[in-house]
């Protein structure tokens, strides 16, 4: 009896390793959750997409830190100017400066703008991607649909294919495209 209950451990236990192995879902369900948050910046892809932009990112708090500063010692240059105008003269140089300020400021507005559209996207082109690619996930779990996982109050842990997904996207994705262009 007890050869048979060991038998029987070890045939289902062939049987399941070779579906999670190739990152398909170890259950059949016909609900299944997903954590999209963690499928985009736990892929391949998503990784990429986050490393490139963090780069670009932090070329433009560069850039704004230069320009503050530029402006920070043209602002002083025009006060220490100031003892020595008339008030109208020293009001359009002011207002010039408030113009140049205004500006610059739109500016990089505008940068960190086309930085979040940039983000936004290249998480549109992500899941269109993915979706044949959980579509098969969600055919070979036997499932009619797939929730995000915050909107579900209470499941089985093993309804959850978010690691599955990711296995199976940086297996047949990898990175995706090609590296951001720079904007400049």
Same mark, same amino acid.
């Given at each position: 009896? /007890? @050869?048979?209950?060991?038998?029987?451990?070890?045939?289902?236990?062939?049987?399941?390793?070779?579906?999670?192995?190739?990152?398909?879902?170890?259950?059949?369900?016909?609900?299944? =959750?997903?954590?999209?948050?963690?499928?985009?910046?736990?892929?391949?892809?998503?990784?990429?997409?986050?490393? #490139? /932009?963090?780069?670009?990112?932090?070329? /433009?708090?560069?850039?704004? @830190?230069?320009?503050?500063?530029?402006? #920070?010692?043209?602002?002083?240059?025009?006060?220490?100017?100031?003892?020595?105008? =008339?008030?109208?003269?020293?009001?359009?140089?002011?207002?010039?400066?408030?113009?140049?300020?205004?500006?610059?400021?739109?500016?990089?507005?505008?940068?960190?703008?086309? %930085?979040?559209? @940039?983000?936004?996207?290249?998480?549109? =082109?992500?899941?269109?991607?993915?979706?044949?690619? %959980?579509?098969?996930?969600?055919?070979?779990?036997?499932?009619?649909?797939?929730? #995000?996982? @915050?909107?579900?109050? /209470?499941?089985?842990?093993?309804?959850?294919?978010?690691?599955?997904?990711?296995?199976?996207?940086?297996?047949?994705?990898?990175?995706?495209?090609?590296?951001?262009?720079?904007?400049?």
């Amino acid at each position: 009896m /007890l @050869r048979v209950l060991i038998l029987c451990c070890a045939l289902v236990a062939m049987s399941v390793a070779p579906a999670t192995a190739q990152g398909t879902p170890p259950v059949r369900s016909p609900v299944l =959750t997903i954590d999209s948050d963690r499928l985009y910046q736990n892929s391949d892809f998503g990784r990429r997409v986050v490393a #490139e /932009l963090d780069a670009l990112g932090a070329k /433009l708090s560069s850039e704004n @830190r230069r320009i503050e500063a530029d402006l #920070e010692a043209e602002e002083l240059d025009l006060t220490d100017k100031r003892k020595t105008m =008339t008030p109208e003269a020293f009001r359009i140089l002011a207002d010039a400066f408030d113009e140049k300020v205004r500006d610059i400021r739109q500016q990089q507005q505008k940068k960190t703008q086309s %930085l979040n559209a @940039r983000l936004d996207d290249q998480q549109r =082109t992500f899941l269109l991607a993915v979706a044949p690619i %959980l579509e098969d996930l969600m055919r070979e779990a036997g499932a009619a649909i797939i929730i #995000e996982r @915050r909107d579900v109050f /209470l499941s089985a842990g093993a309804i959850d294919i978010t690691a599955a997904a990711i296995a199976r996207i940086n297996k047949t994705l990898g990175a995706g495209d090609a590296p951001l262009p720079s904007g400049d």
